[in-house]
Nanobody, 125 residues
Framework: QVQLVESGGGSVQSGDSLRLSCAAS????????VGWFRQAPGKERELVGT????????YYADSVKGRFTTSRDNAKNTVYLQMNSLRPEDTAVYYC??????????????????WGQGTQVTVSS
C-alpha cells in the first residue's frame, strides 16, 4: 500500500508561486499515475491535474492551464505541483492521489486508490 504525504503549502500573495511535493512511502509510486485535487470550503473536490506513471502524459484543468505544472521524480518517489501566478481563487486544500493504473482515464475521484492528507494553500489579494 502506498502512503502519500503532501508538503509545500502556505500563505502567499496573489501572483506568487508555490511548489507542492507529494512524497510516497510503503511502495514505489513509479507504477502509478498521480492526480492533484483541491477542495475549497463549501465546494466539491476539483481535479487540478494528472501525470502518468512515466511523466510522459499530463492533464490540467482549464482553470490552472498555463500556470500549474506537475512533474515527477520516480527515483525520489515524489511528484510535484509547481503553481505560478497564484490567484485568490486557487485557495484550497490540495491533495495528491495515486490512481489505480499507470494512466488516468476517467479523471474522477473514484479512480484514485490512495490519498494524502492534504496541504493548505491560501492566496491573498
Amino acid at each position: 500500500q502506498v502512503q502519500l504525504v503532501e508538503s509545500g503549502g502556505g500563505s502567499v500573495q496573489s501572483g506568487d508561486s508555490l511548489r507542492l511535493s507529494c512524497a510516497a512511502s510503503g511502495r514505489t509510486l513509479s507504477s502509478y499515475a498521480v492526480g492533484w485535487f483541491r477542495q475549497a470550503p463549501g465546494k466539491e473536490r476539483e481535479l487540478v491535474g494528472t501525470i502518468s506513471w512515466s511523466g510522459g502524459s499530463t492533464y490540467y484543468a482549464d482553470s490552472v492551464k498555463g500556470r500549474f505544472t506537475t512533474s515527477r521524480d520516480n527515483a525520489k518517489n515524489t511528484v510535484y505541483l509547481q503553481m505560478n501566478s497564484l490567484r485568490p481563487e486557487d485557495t484550497a486544500v490540495y491533495y495528491c492521489a495515486c490512481a489505480a493504473g499507470r494512466v488516468v482515464i476517467r479523471r474522477t475521484p473514484s479512480e484514485f486508490v490512495c490519498w494524502g492528507q492534504g496541504t493548505q494553500v491560501t492566496v491573498s489579494s
